[in-house]
C-alpha cells in the first residue's frame, strides 16, 4: 500500500469496509485523516455530502478498536438534537461492519457503544449512562453544560477526541460562547486536552471559526477546493407581482409549491417561520387533494382545515387525499413526530416535507432532490444549507428553487442565489466577553467543587470567546455573583457563590447546582404549553408545543 494512501492510517478492518463500500476517498476525508492522524485540532470545510461527518468518527473509530478502555473516549456535540440521533444511526453501519471484517480475519477488537444524550433522553437512560458510560457519547451543547455541572462529569475524565459538528452554525452566537467555556471545563477535567475536530459548511472567514474552536491553539483547516454543483433558480409564481388577480400572492404561491413536488421525487420546502410551515402544509395537502379527488378544496377558515389543528398535526390525516403529499417539520413539535417525519422522507413514504430550520443542519436525508425555499433565506450561509439537502451525496447536484412574495422579496431572492453561487457568505466574528455566559458558568463550576479564582480565570480565557477578558470585568461578575452590588438597587438580588477575596476561592450558596441546572445555557426561555391529542387511550399522544401568545 502506498505511502500516500489516506486509508494507510488506519487498522486493516477499517480500511476492508471503507474500500469495499466507497470507491474513494473524498478530497475533505483524505485531508482531514492526515492532519487528525497527527494529532492536530482540525477544522473541516466543506459542503454539505462531502463525507465530513465519517471523516471525523473514521479515525475516532479506529483508536477505539486498536485499544480497550473504560468510560467515554470520543465526545461528538451536535447543536442539534436531531442531528445527534440522526448520527447515532448512521454510526450502526461503519462499527457493524468493521466488527464484521475483524471476526472474519480472526482480529480481536473490542466491542463499542454509543450512547446518545440530549433534552429528549429519559431520566432512566442518563442514569444508566452515568453507571455504564459509552465510549462514544453523542450529546448536545446544553446536555455537556448539565454534565459537568453533575456527578456525570466523571465519565468524561477519559475524553481524547471531541467532534463539534456545524461549528458554523454556533460560532457566532452566544450559545457557542456558552460551549466554548464548557470545552475549557471539560479539558480541565482531563489529564491532558482532547483532541478537538471541528466539521463546517462553508465559512468565512475560516481563521475565526478555528479560532473558536480550539481557543487560539494552533490548528490545521482542511479546506479542499469545493466540486459541489448548485442548480438554483428564483421562479416568480405570478405574471405581474404588481396587479394580483387574487388580492394576494399565496394561491399561486402554493400552487407552484405543489407543482414542484409533484415533479419530482422528494421535496423539502422551507418556510421561514413555523407558523408558516403548518399554514403551507395544509393548503399543499389541500390542492392535492383537489386534484386527485375532483372535488375542489376550500381555502382554510379560522379554524384551520380538516378540524382541530392538533388532530390534523397529531393524525397526519386532512381532508380528500391518502396518502399525504406532505408534512409539517418544526421544533414545536414532538420528538416523537418529526422522528417519524423524518423516517417517513427517508424511506419514501413521503413525497414531501415543509420544515423551518429544524432540518436545515446535516441531517441525511438521502433521496431529496429539491428544495423549495419561501421568502429569501436569513442569510447566504443558511440558503446554501438549506439548498445543501438536496443531492446531498458526494457529486449530486443541489437543486433549489425560490419562491419570492413580493418585488421586495425579489430582489432579496435574487441578490441571495448571486452570492449563493459565488459562495459570497457572510462573515462569522466570534462573541467578545458575554459576562451572562461567564456568570452562568462561574455558578455551576463552583456548585462542583470550589474554585480558584486565579485558575478560574485563566481557564475561562482559554477559550476564544473570553481570550481578551479583563480582569476588571472578572471581578465585576463575580462581585455581581457573590452580592457586593454597586447600589442598592440591586439589593434584591440573592447573591450565589461565596468569594473569599483573601484565599481568591470561590464556594458556591445553597441552591446553586439547582440553579445552574435549571437555568442554564443561552437559548431564550419561552412559554411553552404542550399540546397532546384527546382520545379513550389510558395515555394520550404527545404532539408538540404551542407558544404562550398562540393560546
Known amino acids: 500500500m502506498s505511502s500516500t494512501d489516506p486509508l494507510a492510517l488506519f487498522s486493516e478492518p477499517t480500511r476492508v469496509w471503507f474500500s469495499g463500500t466507497f470507491a474513494a476517498p473524498t478530497p475533505a476525508q483524505a485531508q482531514a485523516w492526515s492532519a487528525i492522524g497527527a ?236 407558523r408558516l410551515a403548518e399554514r403551507l402544509t395544509a393548503r399543499i395537502n389541500e390542492i392535492h387533494a383537489e386534484r386527485s379527488t375532483a372535488e375542489p378544496v376550500a381555502p382554510p377558515g379560522p379554524a384551520g382545515p380538516g378540524g382541530p389543528p392538533a388532530h390534523v398535526m397529531a393524525s397526519g390525516q386532512t381532508y380528500g387525499a391518502e396518502p399525504l403529499l406532505a408534512r409539517a417539520h418544526h421544533g414545536s413539535m414532538s420528538k416523537e413526530q418529526r422522528a417519524t417525519v423524518e423516517e417517513d422522507l427517508k424511506a419514501g413514504r413521503l413525497r414531501s416535507v415543509v420544515a423551518t430550520s429544524s432540518l436545515e443542519l446535516g441531517i441525511d436525508m438521502g433521496a431529496v432532490d429539491l428544495v423549495v425555499q419561501i421568502e429569501a433565506p436569513p442569510s447566504v450561509a443558511s440558503g446554501l444549507q438549506r439548498v445543501g439537502r438536496a443531492g446531498h451525496q458526494v457529486g449530486e447536484i443541489s437543486r433549489g428553487v425560490l419562491l419570492p412574495k413580493h418585488r421586495t422579496d425579489l430582489i432579496g431572492c435574487a441578490v441571495s442565489v448571486r452570492r449563493m453561487l459565488a459562495g459570497q457568505i457572510e462573515n462569522v466574528t466570534v462573541p467578545a466577553n458575554p459576562l451572562d455566559v461567564l456568570a452562568q458558568h462561574t455558578v455551576a463550576a463552583c456548585a462542583v467543587e470550589p474554585l480558584n479564582a486565579d485558575v478560574w480565570f485563566d481557564t475561562v480565557r482559554r477559550s476564544a470567546v473570553f481570550a481578551a477578558l479583563p480582569r476588571s470585568a472578572f471581578e465585576a461578575t463575580l462581585d455581581l455573583l457573590s452580592g457586593k452590588y454597586p447600589s442598592t438597587d440591586f439589593a434584591e438580588l440573592r447573591p450565589r457563590v461565596v468569594y473569599d477575596r483573601v484565599s481568591g476561592t470561590l464556594t458556591a450558596r445553597p441552591g446553586a447546582q439547582r440553579l445552574a441546572v435549571t437555568s442554564g445555557g443561552a437559548i431564550p426561555d419561552r412559554g411553552l404549553f404542550t399540546v397532546y391529542l384527546a382520545s379513550e387511550a389510558d395515555k394520550p399522544s404527545r404532539v408538540g408545543e404551542l407558544d404562550e401568545e398562540m393560546v
Open 39 to 274: 494529532g492536530d485540532h482540525t477544522l473541516v470545510i466543506a459542503p454539505t455530502g462531502s463525507g465530513k461527518t465519517l471523516a471525523a468518527f473514521l479515525s475516532a473509530i479506529d483508536r477505539l478498536t486498536a485499544q480497550s478502555g473504560s468510560g467515554t473516549r470520543v465526545l461528538y456535540v451536535s447543536p442539534l438534537k436531531a442531528l445527534a440521533i440522526d448520527v447515532e444511526r448512521n454510526l450502526r453501519t461503519p462499527l457493524a461492519g468493521i466488527a464484521r471484517i475483524a471476526a472474519h480475519s480472526g482480529a480481536a477488537i473490542p466491542d463499542i457503544s454509543v450512547g446518545v444524550r440530549s433534552g429528549d433522553t429519559p431520566p432512566k437512560r442518563r442514569r444508566d449512562l452515568i453507571a455504564h458510560p459509552p465510549d462514544i457519547l453523542i450529546t448536545t451543547p446544553e446536555s455537556l453544560f448539565l454534565m459537568l455541572t453533575s456527578a456525570a462529569r466523571n465519565t468524561l475524565t477519559g475524553v481524547t477526541t471531541v467532534i463539534i459538528d456545524e461549528v458554523h452554525a454556533v460560532a457566532a452566537t452566544k450559545r457557542g460562547a456558552h460551549l466554548a467555556v464548557s470545552l475549557e471545563r471539560l479539558d480541565a477535567l482531563l489529564a491532558r486536552p482532547a483532541q478537538r475536530i471541528g466539521l463546517s459548511a462553508t465559512v468565512r472567514p475560516a481563521e475565526e471559526v478555528a479560532r473558536f474552536l480550539t481557543g487560539g491553539r494552533p490548528a490545521t483547516i482542511v479546506h479542499p477546493p469545493t466540486a459541489k454543483t448548485f442548480d438554483l433558480a428564483v421562479q416568480v409564481p405570478v405574471a405581474d407581482m404588481a396587479n394580483l388577480e387574487n388580492g394576494t400572492v399565496w394561491p399561486d404561491v402554493e400552487t407552484r409549491i405543489v407543482d414542484l413536488i409533484e415533479a419530482h421525487n422528494s421535496t423539502i420546502v422551507f418556510a421561514n417561520s413555523r
